[in-house]
């Protein structure tokens, strides 16, 4: 480059602009270019499915409905005394008539109702039942209230009903979450669920178990198979794998319900063993709808994705090594313990994390073969979605329960990679 | 490499007592359902030894052996229990005398490594059992289901006749059931229309954003990927639920304001939703093919005169292709497949194959099931063969041989 070195200044490209500015336009190009292809997938994934997460995130702390609906009675409520055990002043019932006689044109106070009764059993029908004769009340005309009220339904006369009302009208509540660890919000700040209510931390934490207990019986099934898979000759490993890939491409329902033939009690296991005569005809084994048709079915279902990045680590591992542990007198556990399993450790740990994470968010199998002692908090979410209604509930159990597995799938990423996912 | 290792015949002493104690386990099951199992361990026992001598000892005939052996028991198990019982009998016979003769003659150790201990051969082939048994529990409830769902009768069990192979205990009702029962078949064509148009929503966007992602200089490439991936790792009740508050909103607002066909704005949302699911499974495959591009051959059409355009058509399509058909079917069977989301984010007329079946397992049952069972079965050995052939000329197409 004689030219270069004699004319001093910046190299310049081939119309005349620096190299440098000319290289960074490019580059720049490059970049802008490569947005533009993520773009419209990217869009439609923050749309369709970001989004609708941070949706459900926010909904599990809104609280907006009392306030909306009985704006004049939270304002006058504010100087009651909910710890007093007196009941509010004459201007709470009168804000409260105002307030009801509007929402029942609407066809609100139901609503209000029915999100009420998820804190204080009653409510629902205390609102539904009142409604029709307050609605007759005028407000202008034919105070006082106070004992109108009371005379239409007994609630209003109660305490706990102003309490609860207060308690709850704050418009971004903790009070769903305080739900999912079976607390609740009392005028007194937060407080246990009473005995017979406390369900959902037992939920979780069975949850939990059971999807380790999974996870375990995953790893001591898939360990000897992709021991085998990784040892064997490529032609052999490569039909061997067939038998893995099978289940791993069949559908999920298909699996389920196969199992659901394999474990009724007139089922094809019990029928075998009967027929063997190991069991007897009058004590077929119970193992569907509970714990033990979940864990088995579901072992199954997540096997291959436990056999599948065990394999792919213990491919790697050179056969060289334990035979150069042999060949300096270990003996068979120790090159196994002290040479083999180390170097397969990855491939326990990725498996391990996905089956977790998978098992913990199943929803299918455990409502077909887990009856009612063996689902899991995703059974749950999906009860209060449809058929309790309880919505907020549903998305405060959804949002801990996907704190759980990001934090997974963050240690995930810490040790495996996303990058390093592969399939089939 | 271990092929030629020398083998020898082994003494009676170490023959005998091993098939002893495999006659005796079997001999659990015969006495199990004949009364008493302590009999029918002796008996087992007692029985298998003495064949195993006789034929060692006395006929000297391997050939001969075999005959005698799987013919007897074939015919004893017929004359106590019938058909099935022969079966099992001259599968028991044959493995009797296989298995005597394999330890006889030391065939056991014809493949292994001349240098082992006997109790290193020993935990080798109980290895091989281990495994056998994990790979009967993948396979075997998927192979339960065919037969099943040829049952003659309503039941979820094998009848007496089916056992019997009975002709009459099977019976294609329920596959007839499945071809003209409308609930059936209007699931499995709402299966048909949505799960390929979500396929080819997530493949066209999910192709498009995987070359973006390929290229040398994106900026915050990992956020990006950790978005387009995170609806494979959100679990499914999690998206249900976030999905069934949004596309609820969307849906009504489409109705309400927009005026839309209610029929159309049911299937759109679930061909959206499924189409989000399939994304990252076509993102991961494109991408791992995309690894081994030679960027060289974009340039060099580049260089030609081509444009943009036509490079990705005639060079690029090509060569990705396999992976963005395998891709495509990750998605097709992702959604040919959810049933969860669909349930939540869909009304009764959106009603697919997999929710007809949740429903079927839940509420009324029907052995309809198992014959649709049957049916996905063959279509996921369809979609299994179809990947593997990819995978194997992808890598042909990238100068690699096929593993």
């Known amino acids: ?424 | 490499m271990a092929a030629l290792t020398p083998i020898s015949r082994k003494p009676l002493s170490m023959v005998l007592p091993s098939v002893a104690l495999a006659g005796a386990f079997a001999g659990i099951f015969v006495g199990a359902g004949n009364g008493s199992v302590p009999m029918g361990m002796i008996g087992g026992a007692i029985l298998t030894a003495g064949l195993a001598w006789f034929y060692i000892s006395v006929l000297r005939n391997e050939r001969l052996a075999y005959w005698i052996n799987i013919l007897g028991f074939g015919l004893a198990g017929f004359l106590f229990t019938g058909i099935g019982g022969g079966i099992l009998g001259l599968l028991g016979g044959w493995f009797f005398v296989w298995f005597t003769y394999w330890l006889y003659e030391g065939r056991y150790r014809r493949k292994l490594l001349p240098y082992l201990t006997a109790q290193q051969v020993f935990f080798h082939y109980l290895f091989r059992v281990i495994c056998g048994a994990i790979f009967v529990f993948l396979i075997t409830p998927i192979l339960v289901v065919l037969p099943l769902s040829f049952n003659a009768q309503d039941f979820f069990t094998f009848t007496p006749e089916m056992l019997r192979l009975d002709p009459e205990g099977y019976s294609l009702k329920h596959y007839q059931d499945f071809f003209t029962n409308n609930e059936w078949q209007r699931s499995f064509k709402n299966s048909l229309i949505i799960a390929p148009i979500a396929t080819i929503i997530s493949v066209s966007l999910g192709t498009l954003a995987a070359i973006g992602l390929s290229q040398s200089h994106v900026p915050g490439r990992r956020a990006i990927m950790a978005i387009l991936i995170s609806p494979m790792i959100v679990p499914l009740i999690i998206s249900a639920t976030g999905m069934f508050f949004f596309y609820s909103d969307i849906g009504r607002f489409l109705e309400g304001t927009l005026g839309f066909n209610k029929t159309f704005v049911g299937y759109l949302k679930v061909i959206l939703a499924h189409a989000v699911l399939g994304i990252p499974f076509v993102i991961i495959t494109v991408t791992a093919t995309l690894v081994g591009f030679d960027r060289s051959l974009t340039r060099a059409a580049a260089n030609m005169g081509a444009g943009p355009v036509r490079t990705f058509f005639k060079i690029q399509m090509p060569l990705i292709l396999p992976g963005v058909i395998s891709g495509g079917l990750f998605a097709f069977i992702t959604s040919f497949d959810e049933v969860v989301v669909v349930l939540f984010v869909g009304s009764a007329s959106q009603k697919t194959l997999p929710w007809q079946m949740f429903t079927g397992l839940r509420e009324q049952i029907s052995p309809t099931i198992l014959a649709v069972a049957t049916i996905l079965v063959v279509i996921s050995i369809a979609l299994l063969t179809t990947v593997e052939l990819l995978r194997r000329r992808s890598e042909r197409l990238r100068g690699l041989t096929p593993a």
């Open chain 1, 1 to 424: 480059m004689t030219d270069a070195s004699q004319t001093a200044g910046p190299m310049l490209a081939a119309d005349g602009t620096p190299l440098k500015q000319s290289l960074a336009r490019s580059l720049r190009r490059q970049k802008l270019r490569a947005l533009f292809l993520i773009a419209p997938l990217l869009i439609f994934v923050l749309v369709s499915f970001i989004v609708p997460i941070g949706s459900m995130l926010f909904r599990s702390v809104e609280n907006s409905i009392v306030r909306d609906t009985l704006p004049l009675t939270v304002d006058a409520l504010q100087s009651w005394d909910e710890k007093s055990g007196e009941l509010p002043d004459e201007n709470v019932y009168e804000a409260f008539v105002r307030d009801m006689i509007v929402a029942i044109e609407n066809k609100e106070h139901t609503r209000l109702g029915s999100r009420l009764n998820y804190e204080e059993t009653g409510m629902s029908s205390l609102f539904r039942r009142s409604g029709r004769q307050i609605k007759k009340l005028d407000p202008e005309t034919d105070g006082p209230f106070k004992e109108k009220l009371i005379d239409i339904h007994d609630g209003w006369g109660d305490v706990k009903t102003w309490q609860v009302i207060k308690t709850h009208s704050v418009p971004i509540t903790n009070g769903y979450f305080l739900n999912a660890v079976d607390m609740r919000r009392t005028p007194d700040g937060p407080r246990m669920q009473p005995e017979d209510k406390r369900i959902l931390v037992k939920l979780f934490g069975r949850t939990l178990f059971m999807s380790l207990v999974i996870t375990g019986a995953c790893i001591l099934l898939a360990y000897p198979v992709s021991y085998l898979l990784a040892t064997q000759p490529t032609r052999v490993s490569n039909m061997l794998m067939i038998l893995v890939l099978l289940p791993f491409w069949t559908s999920l329902l298909v699996r389920t319900s196969a199992w659901k033939v394999m474990l009724q009690q007139q089922g094809v296991i019990n029928d075998t063993l009967v027929w063997l005569g190991l069991v007897a005809d009058d004590a077929r084994l119970i193992i569907i709808n509970n714990q033990i048709g979940t864990i088995i079915a579901m072992t199954h279902i997540l096997l291959p994705f436990m056999i599948l990045p065990m394999y792919s680590v213990m491919q790697t591992i050179p056969p060289s090594y334990t035979r150069a542990a042999k060949s300096m007198g270990a003996t068979n556990w120790t090159t196994f313990w002290r040479i083999y399993f180390p170097q397969s450790i990855p491939g326990i740990g990725a498996g391990s994390i996905l089956v977790f994470i998978l098992a913990i968010g199943y929803y299918i199998t455990p409502e077909i073969v887990g009856g009612t002692k063996g689902v899991f908090i995703s059974n749950r979410i999906a009860y209060h979605i449809s058929s309790s209604l309880n919505w907020g509930l549903a998305a405060a159990l959804g949002t801990i329960l996907l704190a759980v597995v990001l934090i997974l799938y963050w240690v995930y990423d810490k040790i495996v990679g996303i990058d390093n996912v592969k399939l089939g």
